[in-house]
């Protein structure tokens, strides 16, 4: 992962074509930082005959002997592009394997920060690329791509023949789209065409450093007279005023610029920003600060001041997003297909309003969220906002007005219908959707007003190394014991079978008995609220889902027939913000759980978590409770950046890139990893079933439990003090001390070890991956949070 | 703009580098065009001498005569990049002005209009452009941007030399990131580096069809031993099945494909979208969607079907945004600016989550809203959250803590405290939101509960030619007559002047008595919160600011002192999601007020109208009142998305675009406009006064108003209905009219005549531009808006 020394002003040299002078520049450069006594490494990952093998050489050549010390990482032969040069090594069988992006960059990252241990004095390290931005290295993947793990500040040599103001514009605007620093651009001062004139003025106004040298003399056909014309076109290089060592003050001053921007970051943001959800008298330290410098894959590339001055390590290291940034990363950070999918449609609409219009982008998404999403059978309509809360608070007007209309409530009657909800719930933080919560307390505010009626559910983890379901204390005299174990957790999701055991007529006669209750004392309710299988924020409780299928049923007054043509007794909403979309493994829980919602809101990985964007499906009765020919009786409701183009085009381009891991490998490993015997399990996860059993076993650990990304460990604890307890915090602050960083080689691209970022709620610490984390991270991960637990 | 007419299909030609085959590919497609019996148009906008000028030449040498149209745009001698060609051309004296990008555009759109109206049959249209996709148009801007509001479907020629895959690749990327709909790539299939291999893979797996023909013969010395060569190439490649009459047939798919989505669209939105604010009832024929093909600068590009087979127009119409997307559009739709700051984020972190974190787009915003902004002299922190709705539930959340914790006000009390605030106010449709404003009626739902008390408030409108202040049934007891006349708007702006007038008197002792019963009745508030000049969603209220500054300073118990270190009586909320940021033409109505808020919250133009994205801002004595070691204590509200970074780093974008305007000249005319005589306006418009003036005599108009970037045009009508009315829909329905199109040949690049969307609220019809519309473009909006009104 990215790398930054203070002493070791590092830079990668990328051209905007081949052919533009890359190695005269990396040559001029090595020797004006040579000519202040300033040790120079010079590096070249990967070179290839022809043209490139000349690189390694001519800087050698012309810098004065001792100054710089040079590597080449990957040689081939032919003089081709390297994709190409490895493609022939391997046909002619002289290479066994192509070296992957990953071992590449690996590679760099250990020669680098071998360098930085060995040079005592302030140096400067170039990186020369091969060919153009975009020129594939050895695996095929372009450059810009393969070498955007370590993050390096870049310098562009620009194009000075015809048509290069265009390539270097391009060029330039493919690593913006890597969201690379770039500190400068050079290129040479060829008078004719003049492209550093326009590229000086065009790049000015965006804030980017060109600088010129004069271009080479040309080559000459006798090498004793070449090499002697070229060392005096460097010599007067450095001698005249031409600007490569104003370049070099320049990238001296980037690299300092970064370093103090960095350093500074921490005490302005506890003088400008207020954190969602931070109690500022807890976190009043600047070592209370992650500064995220960037981020890419799994990982946040975090500030961490280097405290050792005799042991030089990088001040940006890796942090594993071990809550997939609230649960939102889908694919890791950063990722080029989300980029580009956002640019796309901000280049052809920007934002255009919503009502009564339509484009391409929302119309795809909404038409693939109906039809062959989460809303396949039962769904007829999509309506978009902003956030999983403004979603929920949709789907509340929704299920309000469609129950508050056939039933003929009035208008002072619909301000007092509540909802049917589970304890626990969480439904997010405006305050429609925190109205349809219970008042646990900590979420709560002044206008927060509880509507509706909580039910205490029963709730499913393993604990022992073996599953079990344990009942509420009202269950619990109903069914004679506080908990049931389970043979397995396919069982325990195997709804159709449950239904014919004692405990599903338990649960339906409970349930009842209570509705009964509480219509007796005159409550009303227009809606059904849950969270299908488990309630994230409120705990990451993971519910019965017997009891969650049951509840539907009781509500509809119906046994369940599948998909529902028209709802019965309450309409049904499922809060899929944090569940859905393959999260837990499955796109929907609608089809586990045997029962269709009326109502369903998606958001988080809807945009493959780039962009808040929120969808709340509707079945066709509900739309039509609202359909009329009065202005005033229409959903009133939306958002000035409704459907957003951007954010839809992003949720399109995540939807196929989640359709790639569906089929791909890693899914069906780790669903093979969870099968029972021959037959394939309903439920599986990332997460190996082993480690779950094995820290279910720990004398601290209450319950483990997983589905899809999520890990939840439930660690005993006196009192269970909620969301403002600190005993998981506490118990996992190691992973965050950077002395007791997980060590595995090759879980992070260019990164030998990592600290893990990770949330806790209570006596809960959870840890939730992208849905295409790596096996070797997840494993490095399991086998610290082991460690961790058996050492406590 | 935008053009696309059935029976023509168009496509640009653009270069991945320069000399990569543009004429060559543009000749082959031309004669196999030709071949099929097509009539073809080859258009050259741009061409300079030398390499450049044999295109036209080349083409019109190697197809059969009569088969091809051709034109020439500009043509300029000198063989160098056309920027320098016209540069040279001035110095020379022999060019008086370089064409304008507006200019070449519409010159181009002319050509093609005239050409469609003139062939009767299917005919193909080839527009080649010069170098690369960035290469420099005339006046110097990049050929990507320049040609952008025509929005052709493009056939980019790849690189098929040594470094052609990167050039290739970024080539594809510039276009993308102004979103163009990219049909094909075409390349010479030379056999050394292979380039179509690597690249036929990369792009088929974004969907990109990829074709190869042959490269060209060497070149001859002898003129018609060339010719030959050259003509036999030509004729093997028709012969030969290499491919490019399948080129001709996938682009004629791709043709007919975009138009058969186009007509499948309003049918396919009917089926699956649920739209925010519209009564599906009445919006269930396909007339009643409007398609938005594309979007660029003011303008939409909309779907309209011909309806006349014997006068080809084109199938997409530009269409002025006249709303600004829903008051969201600030530098208008698709700026490239935007698109490359969203891109740069992306690339950079993705989204990660904020609590606790921090990453720079965030940490500038924040500081640049609390001390350059909006904030600057009494804000001290920025809470982040997705949209202007949810930015007032923070606002209240704050504003209501800080009072109940002052005023040690219980739990069950807290519930009741209601905001003082003005009827007719809007605050977004999340029910805390909604809870702020009061009980109107049609923005309701069923749990709407109005939580205070709104004041009627004095407004203000220009009528029959004079300003005038429109008082309240209530204050006009007090002050004996219904309106007052005001010298000018400048003058009504004067708050410092006013408050020593008798009205000011008369608004103090009305709200003050209006309180002291509030207050015997056992009402209890803790908030003030407002919309700062005009009352947006609630109709475009312009509301008499010295009853806004008397109300801020009768709550707060005290005279005002500028800017206040602690709040006093009840926290004062500014809400400026509309009126805030230039949208009116001040960056807040505070100093302008002469008071300055608690808390203050911004959206739409916030991201320059790209992204959802909201800040509310608040003092330090609000900030510290969450400030403790109790975890539970702190401000608890934060959304998945929180200060996501591309939305910051695009609003940080927005910020430097509008500091631009700032200082321009446009801006700078229309202040001189308003200017008072002598002095300088404390107000001003983009709309003129005259114009305003006049329409504002108009029998049917009752006010008119304007400031900033609106236009509010008050009809006369027997029953104000509010937003449920049609009376504005149906007076300005023309405006959306195809036969009735505003028709200024200079105001829309590339187009002769729009049709406007607009905005109705009742009988108030309002239109609204962006921060750097075109003075020509408004004068046409202007004087279409006249003739209406005179001939209704």
Redesign the interface.
Known sequence: MSLLFKNLRIHQIL?S???VGKTIFATALARASAARNTPVYYLKPVSTGG?EDADHGHVMRYVESGTVHADCLFQYDEP??P??AAKLKIANKTLDQIPSDHTIVDSIAGCIRKYAETSQRYSHVYLETA??????TLS?T?QADCYRPL?LPTILIGDS???G???T???Y??L?????IIDAILLFRED???NWE?LDQYFAEKGIHVSTIDPPPPRLSDPAADHQSTQNYYNNLNAADTGITGVIDHLNGCHDKRIE?LAS??K??L?????????????KTEK????????HSDF?SVYQPTEKADQPSSLLIPEF?G?A?????TV?????S???A???????????????????P??NL??RL??NGPGKGWA???????????GI?VA??MA??AY?TRNNVKDTD??H?GVIGLAGSYH??????M?ACGDE?????????A?GFWFDPPTVGISDGKPRITLTPALRNLVGESSTPAPSLSWIYDIEARLQTPLAAKYSSYIQKALGQLEREGHKF?ALILEPLVMGAGGMVFVDPLFQRILVDVIRGQPASGKYANWSGLPVIFDEVFVGLYRLGMESAAPLLGVYPDISVY??ILTG????LAATL?SEPI?QA?????????????????A?A??CEVANEASKLIDTLKTGEEWKNAQESWSDGESRSNVWSLWEPGFIHEISKLKNVDEAMTLGTLLVIRLKSGSDLG??SMAALSMFARLKDRQDMCNFDSAAPGGASFTT?YRTLGNVAYFMTSLNTRPSLIRAMEKKIRDILKEA
């Open positions: 051209g074509n081949t052919n043209l081709v592009s994709h190409l060919g153009g931005v975009h020129s594939p095929g372009s993050f023949n015809l048509g103001i265009s390539s514009i391009s060029s605007e493919s913006l789209l890597r969201g690379y004719y065409y003049r326009y921007e970051m921490p302005r943001t003088d400008t920003i207020w954190w969602p959800f931070v109690q500022h008298g807890l976190a209370d600060v992650t500064v995220i410098d960037s981020a946040f997003d809550s940034s609230w649960w939102t990363q890791g950070h950063a990722h080029p989300l980029t580009l956002a640019a796309r449609a901000s280049g052809r609409y920007g934002h255009v309003m919503f009502p009564q219009a339509v484009h391409l929302a119309l909404a038409e109906v039809r007829s309509r999509a309506f978009f906002s902003d956030n999983g809360s403004t608070e509340l007007k309000l007005r508050a619909a301000k219908l997010g933080d405006t305050i429609g959707a109205n307390g900590v979420y709560s505010c002044e206008w927060h007003d509507k227009g958001a988080k978590g780039l962009l808040p509707a739309f609202f359909w009329s020919d009065n202005k005033g009786a229409a959903l009133l409701h939306g958002h000035s950046y409704t957003h951007v954010g969301y403002i970022h």
